[in-house]
């Protein structure tokens, strides 16, 4: 997206963008949101999206009493899919850009201003049909694909790295789908602990070597990829490195004791000036008293203690992980009101050498339940276990990666999909939603469809009789199954109302027959 500088405002002024969908050209049929007099006034969009930057919700400055809706703060995506369409309906899509107006207070005290405004939605259509669009706007006819069509797939999809974060793959252009591509779409951090909230992040075709999005940062925590190849990636970033409390606890042993994970408060003063929220994932082991790794000193004056804990860190492999143990009765059992706090060196998987330079991370405290009675509280036993999770965002060396196949015709699909082929609608009654509008007097062009053809076929429409009344080539894409008939026979006369047959012909798939009806 290029910005440019409002020479108005004397600034850069877009807000966001707003789609809109209409069966007629003027989108007449949008401007449903009235002013305190009852005129249209404003348009209803089918999306709207807009930069997070606070300016949400309507416009101070009205128009007669109806307002701008400037959005909801939802931030911008680079795709809209609308799933409510027709097929054989033609619909009319402008997508408009819109400013956040412009408000001001006088010097007389008086709040004044001027309403956002859209950018241009402009189609033409001539007196021989033909439609001009301009840059905005757009015109589209769905339609059901080709019998046999196997939709573009984007599979195998596999993902490396510890990060709490998802993607999502659309396909949104089949026909720039690649056949047999693979892709990985990579993150980058530089940060000594990847606590790196929004990394950066990259897409490239392994299978041609190309960088198909340079290295961007994440804004947010949704975020959407651009249209690359036909497809596009919706990622969800955890930017906030904390204790998963929902995959936190006991993974062994039936202790009920409570326990406070995250960062103890008692010895904050002495520890939090070198806090770090370690975004990995630890599990703490129970041994038998002195069995466990003995821990590292707790103050500069102090040495380890022993312990009857052994701490691994889940997500960078390391089976004896520092710590440090207060060891509040000084028993070496870690018990009730007893701390530990996991400890690491300057970066990631590095050990601690001296304790002023150490890292303080996670901590994990034991409690007694108060409402448990004495004789039923349970400690930890000896081979218990207890996994403290995190959520953490993309790193360096993570990434997702997957393959692409393009559409394609199946054969055997096709055979089985002729018994698919149908006219729409049926019965025709008089008129159809899709049929195109006329100013001129007369009826206008009737019309019907037959879907999900074959890519080459041959279609014969009978009286009931068995008279031949047209004959249709059907030749087309295979994402095009579709074909239309005005409903004239090959006389060039309207057709009479009644029940007719139809004939599929394809060659090297067989032959369908079937009926439907034109009724007043």
């Known amino acids: 997206m290029i910005l440019t500088f409002d020479a108005f405002y004397q600034k850069y002024n877009f807000e966001g963008y707003r789609i809109y969908r209409s069966t007629e050209a003027n989108f007449l049929e949008n401007k449903i949101i009235t002013d305190a007099f009852g005129r249209p006034t404003f348009r209803l969009p089918i999306a709207q999206f807009d930069v997070i930057d606070g300016v949400k919700g309507l416009h101070p400055i009205g128009v007669n009493g ?3 809706n400037l959005g909801d703060d939802t931030g911008l995506q680079h795709s809209f899919v609308d799933s409510t369409v027709q097929n ?32 241009t939605s402009i189609i033409k259509i001539d007196i021989n ?27 195998n999809l596999t993902a490396t790295g510890p990060g709490t974060g998802s993607m999502n793959l659309t396909v949104l252009d089949a026909d720039s ?27 490239v075709d392994k299978t041609t070597r190309d960088t198909l999005i340079p290295l961007t940062r994440l804004q947010s925590t949704q975020v959407q990829s ?11 970033n955890d930017p906030d490195i904390i204790i998963d409390l929902a995959k936190t606890g ?55 203690r022993p312990s009857n804990i052994v701490i691994k860190n889940l997500t960078e492999n390391i089976d004896h992980v520092q710590f440090i143990f207060q060891d509040i009765n000084e028993n070496s059992l870690f018990d009730v009101g007893d701390a530990l706090f996991i400890v690491a060196g300057d970066s990631a998987g590095l ?36 996994r403290i999770s995190t959520k953490k965002p993309f790193r360096t060396g993570e990434y997702f990666e997957f393959t692409s196949k393009a559409p394609r015709l199946d054969q055997s699909k096709a055979q089985n999909d002729l018994d698919k082929v149908a006219v729409v609608p049926n019965p025709y009654v008089g008129a159809a939603s899709w049929e195109p509008q006329t100013s001129s007097v007369g009826r206008g062009e009737r019309r019907v469809f037959f879907i999900h053809l074959p890519r080459e076929c041959t279609i014969r429409i009978y009286t009931l009789s068995g008279h031949l009344v047209q004959t249709i080539m059907h030749n087309s894409t295979i994402d ?33 027959v079937d009926k439907f009806a034109v009724l007043k």
Do not use: C
């Open 66 to 68: 109806a307002y701008f």
């Open 88 to 119: 054989g309906q033609t619909y009319y899509y402008a997508v408009v850009a819109y400013d956040q107006g412009f408000t001001t207070t006088t010097v007389t005290g008086e709040f004044v201003g001027i309403p956002p405004s859209e950018t």
């Open 129 to 155: 049909g033909r439609v001009k669009t301009d840059i905005n706007t757009a015109v589209v006819t769905p339609r059901a694909a080709a019998a046999g069509y196997i939709p573009p797939e984007i599979g």
């Open 177 to 203: 789908i690649r056949n047999n591509h693979t892709y990985r779409l990579e993150f980058v951090d530089s940060t000594a602990f990847h606590t790196n909230s929004y990394p950066w992040y990259r897409l």
């Open 226 to 236: 651009p249209v690359i190849r036909g497809f596009v990636a919706s990622l969800t």
């Open 250 to 304: 006991w993974t062994s042993g039936n202790s009920n004791y409570v326990t406070q994970v995250g960062f103890d408060s008692r010895f904050a003063p002495a520890y939090q000036p070198r806090r770090v929220n370690y975004p990995a994932d630890f599990e703490v082991r129970f041994t038998a008293n002195n069995q466990g790794d003995t821990s590292f000193p707790g103050s500069s004056f102090s040495s380890g």
């Open 351 to 386: 050990a601690a050498t001296q304790f002023f330079s150490a890292r303080k991370s996670w901590s994990l405290t034991l409690l007694q339940d108060t409402l448990i009675p004495a004789p039923l509280q349970r400690p930890p036993q000896p081979g218990d276990v207890f």
């Open 480 to 512: 095009d199954g579709q074909e239309p008939w005005n409903l004239v026979s090959r006389d060039g006369m309207n057709i009479a109302y009644g029940v007719y047959v139809f004939q599929v012909e394809a060659p090297g798939l067989g032959t369908y």
